[in-house]
C-alpha cells in the first residue's frame, strides 16, 4: 500500500471562467510541483482537453484521470471520471446530444479553448459549456455507471451548484457512494447535520480554475500498487470509489 495524493476536479481554458494559464501542460506541472500523484481533468460539460492532459501529465509523472463536470438539469455539478481516457471520451459524445447550445459570450466567460500537447490552441466550443443539461442528478449515477465511470456529487460544501444548497440536503435515498468537498474541515459538520452522507466515500478537491487553486499535498488515497503500473493503480482508484457497489 502506498500514499497517493491526488486533486480530482481541475478545469482547464477550455472551462468558461477557467484562466487562459490553465493549459494541459501547466496543470500538470503544477500538480507535480505541488507533490501530487494522481490529477482528473473535469471541465464543464466535456473532456475534449483529456487526451492533451493525458499526455502533459505523463511527462511529469503524474497519473492522469479523464473526467468532467456535469451540470444538471437542476444545476447541480456532478464530477464525472472514467478509468480509460477512451471511455472518457465516448461519454463526452454522448453528453454532447444532452446540452444546451447557446452561443458562448467570449467578452463576458472567455475564450474555450481545445489544446494539444503542445498548448496549441486546435480549436474552440463555440456554445456556453456551464449551460444546464437534460440530465436529472437523480439519474446521473446509473447513466455514467452504465457508461463505465464514476459519477458524484461537487463541492457539496458551497452554495453554488452544490447538491445540499440546491435541495436542501444530501438526499438518503441516492445511490451515490462518494460525496466531494472542497474544504476539508467541513466534513466531520456536515455529516452531522446530513445523514445522508453517512457511509459515503469522502473526497476533497480543488475545483481549480486558475493555477494557484489546484490542491497541494495533503489528501491522499492509500492503494496497493504491486506490481507497480499506472494502469493497476487507477484500476484500484476506482475500486476504492466503488467499494459500496
Known amino acids: 500500500m502506498n500514499r497517493y495524493?491526488?486533486?480530482l476536479h481541475i478545469h482547464s481554458c477550455l472551462s468558461p471562467c477557467g484562466d487562459d494559464d490553465m493549459t494541459p501542460n501547466n496543470i500538470a506541472g503544477m500538480g507535480a510541483l505541488n507533490g501530487l500523484n494522481i490529477m482528473a481533468l473535469t471541465d464543464h460539460n466535456t473532456t475534449k482537453n483529456c487526451p492533451a492532459?493525458?499526455?502533459?501529465?505523463?511527462k511529469q509523472g503524474i497519473i492522469p484521470i479523464a473526467g468532467m463536470e456535469l451540470t444538471t438539469a437542476e444545476d447541480i455539478h456532478a464530477v464525472c471520471i472514467f478509468p480509460t481516457?477512451?471511455?472518457?471520451?465516448?461519454?463526452?459524445?454522448f453528453v454532447e446530444k444532452h446540452r444546451m447550445l447557446i452561443p458562448n459570450r467570449t467578452d463576458i466567460f472567455g475564450f474555450q479553448q481545445i489544446m494539444n500537447e503542445n498548448d496549441e490552441v486546435v480549436g474552440e466550443e463555440a456554445n456556453l459549456l456551464s449551460m444546464a443539461t437534460d440530465i436529472m442528478i437523480d439519474d446521473a449515477y446509473e447513466i455514467v455507471k452504465s457508461q463505465g465511470g464514476i459519477c458524484y456529487?461537487?463541492?457539496?460544501?458551497?452554495d453554488a451548484n452544490g447538491i445540499i444548497a440546491t435541495l436542501g440536503?444530501?438526499?438518503?435515498?441516492?445511490d451515490f457512494k462518494v460525496?466531494?468537498?472542497?474544504?476539508?474541515?467541513?466534513?466531520?459538520?456536515?455529516?452531522?447535520?446530513?445523514?445522508?452522507?453517512?457511509?459515503?466515500?469522502?473526497v476533497v478537491s480543488s475545483d481549480a480554475h486558475y493555477l494557484w487553486d489546484i490542491k497541494e499535498?495533503?489528501?491522499?488515497?492509500?492503494l496497493d500498487d504491486e506490481p507497480y503500473s499506472s494502469k493497476l493503480v487507477t484500476q484500484r482508484l476506482f475500486e476504492y470509489l466503488g467499494a459500496c457497489e
Open 5 to 7: 495524493y491526488y486533486d
Open 53 to 58: 492532459f493525458f499526455k502533459a501529465a505523463k
Open 85 to 93: 481516457l477512451e471511455l472518457a471520451m465516448e461519454f463526452d459524445s
Open 153 to 158: 456529487p461537487a463541492h457539496v460544501d458551497r
Open 169 to 174: 440536503t444530501f438526499p438518503e435515498y441516492s
Open 179 to 202: 460525496a466531494e468537498f472542497h474544504d476539508g474541515e467541513k466534513i466531520s459538520s456536515y455529516g452531522e447535520k446530513y445523514s445522508g452522507l453517512q457511509g459515503k466515500i469522502k
Open 217 to 222: 499535498k495533503k489528501e491522499y488515497f492509500e
